[in-house]
């Protein structure tokens, strides 16, 4: 998905803003609009990992048994 998207950004930054013809117009969103939904994306994907980044273990020390 990161790559379609990342695909797709740039194939928007390197199209027309608008364009127009016969049939009609057409507009893209902005850049600016279009990062800021990735970042929300990543953020939201990165907000369902399982777990809090946090690992717990049992320490025991060391010596004689």
Same mark, same amino acid.
């Given at each position: ?24 117009? @057409?507009?893209?969103?902005? =850049? ?8 929300? =994306?990543?953020?939201?994907?990165? %907000?369902? %990992? ?5 690992? =717990?273990?049992? @320490?025991?020390?060391?010596?004689? @048994?």
């Amino acid at each position: 998905m990161t790559e379609e998207l990342d695909n797709s950004i740039k194939e928007n930054a390197a199209g027309p803003r608008k364009a127009s013809g016969d049939s009609g117009s @057409v507009e893209q969103h902005g =850049l600016a609009d279009q990062i800021a939904t990735d970042k929300y =994306l990543e953020s939201k994907k990165a %907000s369902r %990992s399982k777990g809090l980044g946090i690992k =717990l273990a049992k @320490v025991s020390p060391g010596g004689t @048994v």
